[in-house]
């Protein structure tokens, strides 16, 4: 997702930054998250994953199942 996207969601639903996380798969998708500043959830269970890279950028949200990706966002609210 392009950063511009993620800027149009946050104004057409009213949404704080600090009140939003994006679910992505892909490098890009943290980098987009990063120019807007807000929290990329990166979601590895996928074949086609880099988790290597993931780790390397986003070492502290990486989520290797559904499971564990729910629990998480439980805990946040």
């Known amino acids: 997702m392009e950063h511009n996207n993620i800027i149009k969601l ?3 639903y009213c949404i704080n930054k600090d009140e939003f996380c994006y679910v992505g798969d892909a490098l890009s998708d943290i980098v ?3 120019e807007v500043s807000v929290t990329c959830l990166s979601a590895a269970w996928s074949n086609s994953v880099d988790l290597k890279e993931l780790k390397k950028i986003n070492p502290n949200h990486i989520f290797n199942d559904v499971c564990s990706l729910k629990i998480f966002l439980e ?3």
């Open 10 to 12: 946050l104004k057409k």
């Open 32 to 34: 987009a998250c990063r």
């Open 75 to 77: 805990g946040a609210i």
